[in-house]
């Protein structure tokens, strides 16, 4: 369970250049990591490959040396995002799983910048 914690929180580290660790939000909000625990095994219990499948975005987001999160963005008006691009939109699964980790965060922790 604490890789599938670690690869989610780590999503976004590269872009900013702070590395994540165990701890990381101890000082800013210190439940963060039972949150995102939770939040994850409620999503297994829907369905089993909910923590492969949220390690599967975190590989394909790294995969093109990324690691930025930007396989999270949705499609704007003037902008396509990687969430439905044709290489990722039969392959990866489980948005919602991160939508509902970072909204467990914000609710808990407001005004905490998430690396999600």
Known sequence: MFPTL????????????????????????????FIVRDVIKKAMARETRSAASVMRL?????????????VLLDDTPNMLG??????????????EVIDEVKEALENTCPGVSLLC
């Open 6 to 33: 670690f690869l989610l929180l780590s999503l976004a580290t590269a872009a900013i250049g702070t590395p994540l660790r165990p701890g990381f939000y101890s000082e800013t909000c210190p439940e963060a990591e």
């Open 58 to 70: 975190q590989f394909h987001d790294c995969l093109v040396n990324g690691c930025d999160g930007s």
């Open 82 to 95: 990687e969430k439905l691009a044709l290489s990722n939109i039969d392959s990866l699964r489980s948005f």
